[in-house]
Each structure stands twice: as C-alpha cells, then as structure tokens.
C-alpha cells in the first residue's frame, strides 16, 4: 500500500486511500489480553459512500437511487451533523475495494462534452470514509470527505444547448451559494445560508465546523483562461480566511447506542405514519426503511462490543 509504487498519473483518492488502510488497517471485534490487566475490547472498521449532486439533487454513485440529505445535532460536538439517507455504504478491507467503488461510481458519473472540455463534470462527486475505532468500551469515528467541484462555466465559451445549458446554471448556482457561504463566514454574518443548496449542505462542517479542511485549485497556462483562473485564486484565498474549530470526541458504546436508538425512534415513528396514511409504497418510505436497517445493524455491532467483557 505504499503511495510510492503508485504511478505518477495516480490521483488524490488512491493515495488518500492507501494512506488510510496503512495507519488504521481495518480489523474485526476482537479481544486482546493486555498484560494482566484483563481483556480490551478492539475493534477498527472502515466504510466508503459515493455520491453526486446533480441540478441540486443528490444520487448514489453505488446504488444509482436518490438520496435524502438528514441534519442532526451533535450535543457532543456542539454542532449539526449532516447524514445521507439511502446512501449505500460498503465496508472497505483493502485498496481493491476501494478500486471497485471508483469503478462502479465511475459508470455512472454524469459527464458530457462541452467546447470547453471534451469530458464535463456535469455534477459535483463526493466520496465520504467513515473510520470507526472502538477500543476498551470508547467510541471514536472519524470521517473524511473527498469532494470534486464541478467548475463554474461561462455559457459562451462552453456554448452548451439545451439540457447541458440547464446544467450550466445549476453548477454555477451551487457555486454561488458556496461563495456567499463563504462570504457570510469571513464577514461574520449571523445567517449563514448552508441551506440554500445541497453542496453547501454537506460541506457545512469542512466551512466553519468541526474539521481540518484542504482546497485544490487547478488553473489553466492558457491566456484565454486568465480571467477564470484568477477568479478561481480569489476563491481560494477566500477560503484561507475561513477558522474552523477542531475537536475530538469520544464516546463510550452505551452514549453510542443511545443515540442511535434515538433516531431509530424517530425513523419508526416516521415509518408507522406513512404506513397509517398509505404511502408506504413511496420511495421515500423505502429509503427510510434502508437507513433505519442501517441504524439497526450499528445498533447491534455495539451491542456485540458491549457482550464482551470490559479490561
């Protein structure tokens, strides 16, 4: 898994990737004796969900279904957390896992080919791990976000028609609200509009939250581009004047397994009701029965954690 072997055309994923599964290789629930001083509880698992936002609406790049974007507050963390109902989630072992979810999500990536650009990003992509470690009764997860920004278009040059002019204005439309959102948090404003588009939605926490946040720029050598290139480091610079606030916080598996049993709640409420009013056969319902089948089987990963016996 060493970055080095990798060939020099290996983009940022692989190598983010293979850095991860080298620091916390994923292991199962296991017990370890620790000099005496009885039995620790052990346990590292690593997971990967793909998705994309297109025209303000999010897909799973697994899956191919639509996906809910949920919010909920982290007391522990003193923030909102945001969460993607739907989503498929696969457990990742080693790096021809993570090959296989590029592959699959590669597929169905929404590309089309512009006077600009023969291969078009017509939608934002965003790859999201999620590291949970568990070791003696705590519970520390971790999560990183690889996001790739479709570029903000001027119509002209791109000279797009039709359903890829539609396209145009919803990329440059969430760029925009990524910019005020931006704005609003360098300037200190009271409000601001995380809501007003899905992308800015999910990076709430890489803006302003709880996290530690790098921004790549690309720019053209070409002299035509000047203008947008220059945008495009202003954009940047801007984002450097952003402070986030990062913090760890662990918690033990029977806070874990209550909050998870609190949004349970709540998603079987919600279930019961649609199922009452007849609309169990929407495909809301059947995302919400997916996510609730998720929580259901963290729910009893915990509880298998909590049987052992505490060192």
Do not use: W
Not at 54 to 59: E, G, I, K, T
Request: proline letters at 3%; hydrophobic letters at 40%; aromatic letters at 4%.
């Amino acid at each position: 898994l060493s970055t080095s072997s990798f060939p020099s055309s290996c983009g940022i994923v692989l190598r983010a990737c293979a850095e991860i599964l080298r620091a916390s290789p994923p292991i199962p629930v296991q017990q370890e004796v620790s000099g005496g001083k009885g039995v620790v509880r052990t346990s590292v698992g690593l997971a990967v969900q793909y998705v994309q936002i297109y025209q303000n609406n999010v897909s799973d790049l697994l899956s191919g279904d639509a996906v809910r974007v949920g919010t909920m507050e982290a007391a522990h963390l003193g923030s909102m957390q945001v969460h993607l109902q739907g989503a498929k989630e696969v457990a990742i072992h080693c790096l021809e896992d993570v090959l296989r979810v590029l592959q699959v999500g590669e597929r169905r990536k929404r590309v089309a080919a512009t006077a600009c650009n023969e291969h078009s990003s017509r939608a934002h992509t965003l790859l999201l791990f999620s590291l949970t470690q568990v070791h003696s009764g705590r519970v520390l997860r971790s999560c990183l976000h690889l996001v790739d920004l479709a570029g903000c278009e001027k119509m002209k040059q791109s000279q797009v028609e039709g359903a890829r002019r539609a396209e145009t204005v919803g990329i440059n439309s969430s760029l925009l609200v990524l910019s005020k959102v931006i704005s609003a948090l360098v300037e200190r404003r009271q409000h601001v509009p995380y809501h007003e588009s899905r992308l800015t939605l999910l990076l709430r926490a890489a803006f302003g939250g709880n996290s530690r946040t790098l921004v790549l720029l690309t720019a053209s050598l070409n002299p035509n581009q000047a203008p947008a290139t220059l945008q495009a480091l202003r954009f940047g610079e801007n984002c450097c004047m952003i402070s986030n606030k990062t913090r760890i916080a662990t918690s033990s598996i029977e806070e874990a397994t209550t909050a998870i049993e609190t949004v349970l709640s709540k998603c079987k409420k919600e279930m019961d009701y649609l199922e009452s009013t007849g609309k169990s056969k929407m495909s809301y319902f059947e995302k919400l029965n997916e996510h609730y089948n998720q929580l259901l089987r963290k729910s009893r990963e915990l509880s298998l954690l909590k049987e052992l016996p505490n060192g």
